[in-house]
């Protein structure tokens, strides 16, 4: 089995932030993703977009300091770093859908290995569809990146061979980040960029329970 830890919420926003370009401009999706915008290696300018209307958002404010009129599309408070706009959510959507995004980062409940993308709904009776932007993101972006849990509550891994949720959008998934290891989606299937320290790659392949090429 091996002795591993997985990686906390925040250090897998870190690792996200390490593999985002300099001089990208990146949307972070509502829940996890948003602590990308935390993380941003110091010296690199990394240009964030909020599909509510915002571009050159900043970190989390410190507690205390929270402006409740400049939010992100969670609801969550923001802030605004130097040259920083906002303006109407149809030019925001203008962009998403305009490929003027050079990454977007995405929550999902499920992909597949060669990177189809179901994020919005689980298609249980009485689930509250959640589609947001997320069809925009997934096929407007030039990248699109999934952060999540490897497994479910129940142990089950969220990549799969077919998504058997509805779908948001297909093949658009190019890099999946992990709380226990980092892929890339090819149409070959799946490539493991990482992993956690003291998981060998047998127990890894067991958990996710498709094929991966090391």
């Known amino acids: 089995m091996g002795s591993y830890q997985k990686r906390s919420k925040n250090e897998l926003a870190r690792r996200v932030a390490q593999d985002i370009p300099d001089g990208s401009y990146v949307n972070l999706g509502i829940g996890q993703p948003t602590l990308v915008a935390n993380h941003i290696p110091g010296g690199r300018e990394v240009i964030l977009h909020s599909e509510n209307g915002i571009l050159g958002m900043g970190p989390a404010p410190a507690a205390g ?3 409740y009129d400049l939010i992100n599309a969670g609801k969550q408070p923001v802030t605004l770093l130097p040259g ?3 303006f109407h959510h149809a030019d925001s959507f203008a962009m998403m859908r305009g490929g003027h995004l050079d990454v977007c980062v995405l929550g999902a409940f499920q992909v597949s290995t ?5 994020n919005w709904s689980t298609g249980e ?3 509250i569809p959640a589609v ?3 069809m925009d993101l997934a096929v407007g972006a030039k990248q699109t990146w999934v952060m999540m849990d490897l497994l479910t509550k129940q142990g089950a891994s969220k990549i799969v061979a077919q998504c058997s949720y509805p779908l948001t959008a297909i093949g658009c998934v190019k890099r999946i980040y ?3 290891a980092t892929f890339e989606c090819t149409p070959q299937g799946l490539r493991l960029i ?6 060998p790659f047998d127990e890894l392949q067991r958990l996710v329970g498709q094929p991966v090429a090391p």
Do not use: I, K, M, Q
């Open 114 to 118: 060669t990177g189809d993308l179901a």
């Open 65 to 67: 300091s929270e402006d």
């Open 178 to 180: 992990t709380d226990l």
């Open 194 to 199: 990482d992993r956690v320290d003291g998981l």
């Open 125 to 127: 009776p009485g689930a």
């Open 132 to 134: 947001g932007g997320a």
């Open 84 to 86: 920083g706009a906002f």
